[in-house]
């Protein structure tokens, strides 16, 4: 989305954010739970590299 404005690229980051964080505490994905912190943050910003270069 290299077109997209701040305002876009601001939505899709909370979005990835929040999906990270519901998948860990309020559904309680037994993968993301077993997975260390620096392995989901890695994994994290390479949505983020992808989705918002």
Same mark, same amino acid.
């Given at each position: ?14 979005? &990835? ?5 519901? &998948? ?5 994905? %037994?993968?993301?739970?077993? %997975? ?6 890695? %994994? ?10």
């Amino acid at each position: 989305m290299p077109e997209t404005r701040g305002t876009e690229r601001a939505a899709v980051a909370l979005a &990835l954010i929040a999906g990270f964080w519901l &998948l860990r505490k309020v559904i309680g994905s %037994t993968t993301s739970n077993e %997975t260390d912190e620096e392995t989901l943050a890695v %994994t994290l910003r390479q949505l983020f590299e992808l989705l918002l270069p």
